[in-house]
């Protein structure tokens, strides 16, 4: 039951967005604001237009989830255009956009997020979970897009560790063709993970690189640990070994809070405690089990229906369909 | 160069497994010989039916790699029939049989290794690795035969954390359709990872439940770790969350042999400085260059000439195809 619930308007809630970026935003600072509308079939034109013009105006990321299933592909024949080419016509498709997933995206698609320099996120763990698709790797590369990793949150993607992503990402899909001269390189998957990612979220001036200049966010591995032992080929390691027990130490702009597993900054276990006690008050919110039950009727019929039509994503051929198996 | 190797025959190796099992074999206890000749096309009949033989008698466990690449399709087409097929006709289908991977199968294939009571290991993260496939996991189980989860050893999966392969079999599979009642549910996987593992290693009378009269093989993990916290729902969360972090001991048969992320029987690092130590002398054998040339000979020619060949495993239709993307 969600009656009693008005949607903001899109002025209502770009209004609020700027009271929060006066509030809190710190332009160069660790706490920035970003606007992430979460589908472009799920706003109207006006708030996605007003969203990516105060990213643009704060200099940070306009993020949204584009083409991560077939729902998506439907939405856009109701547009009457691809999701992507819709974002174009409205003119946000910038350097600053970052569509999560971009899995059902067509060649067209994929030369306008290039011309447009727009960034495709990754997130291959949630893809799986979800059963949404593989995004098309290669294509993305070769059209010179800029692809980050990301993990989705933890509603799909479980856990946070960027190190299963990344091992993930590196895997999955070899799936796709028997030619291995196609399949991910661990460089292309280091860069992802981190100036990839630093792109993505405008930061690439400040992080993703170790360069004089460059803040000091570093995460320090111990290659004496059972991961990096006996080493071999230290990103090879990284990416297919590492799941973050190596960490040692983590640094923000110089700051250590990561030392010995322990975080410096907050008190670990009292988060825990506080998330433990919180939760059996949120399971029992009679608004957590309503959607418990639109989630359920939605997927069961129509998420389903549209998840059986057909959609070939780009680049699809009858080899790499056959190659991976069912 | 590989010349001045000679192949040892079936009757000199099943002599030598004779005499390694007369002298480290114990019934029972925690050192058990297995029989794994690497794949039916590698070895003679008579060896494939003498160590079959042998498993029987031992009681233990017949191991080979079936159907993991479309190279043994082809070596199936040489012999007149499927591998499994070739398998039965010599009697080796048995239930001491485990069948590693089992991609390529077709469905004659799975009705015989359930009518055998063979076991199918599947090892997700080394087929994602090698683009060997997918194994058709719900057509296994529809068909009953025993599924356990594997690692493949640290070549191809690069680590044998089994936490990860649980996840990953959980996970892999909902590409392959959008019916989610067909993807893997937890419980399957926890079966496989457990019950399913200590039956394909005939091992199933001794392990794989907690049951009075059976061994206190047991994995201790911590729900006030990162991974549990929240708790919502512990075997989701052991599932797709854990990563071996919350483990606080392990016991073998009421033995303590891990304890607060110790190894309490060998000094770990001692074992890591070992593994330092003989890595330079061991990179840089002649053999292994030599190997790393003829694998990159084969693998850049043969088998991606076989691999780039139609080959269509069980049950694909165009739905499960397409749904998976590229």
Known sequence: DLAGFTPPTAEQYLGFAREVIARFHQPGGRLRFVLSPS??????????VGAHE?????GTLFHIHVLESKSQVV??????????RLMDDLGILSDHSALAHSIWINDEDIALMADRGASAIHNPISNQKLGSGIMPWRKLHAAGVNVALGADGTSTNDTPRMFDVLRSAAILHNLSTPDYSQWPSVHEVLHAATMGGARAAQLHREIGSIEVGKRADLVVLDTNSLNFT??????HQLI????GTSVRMVLVDGEVVVEDGRLTRVNEDDILGELRAAMPAFRDQPFQRAARRVVAALTGTIVL?????S???????????????C
């Open 39 to 48: 589908g472009p079939q799920r706003c109207t034109h006006d708030l996605l």
């Open 54 to 58: 105060l990213a643009r105006e704060i």
């Open 75 to 84: 939405a856009g024949e109701m547009e009457g255009r691809s999701l992507v």
């Open 230 to 235: 006996p080493l071999n080929d230290l990103r």
């Open 240 to 243: 297919h070994c590492e799941n």
């Open 305 to 309: 229906q549209i998840a059986a039509g």
């Open 311 to 325: 959609y070939v994503n780009a680049g699809e051929t009858r080899q790499d369909r056959e190659m991976r198996g």
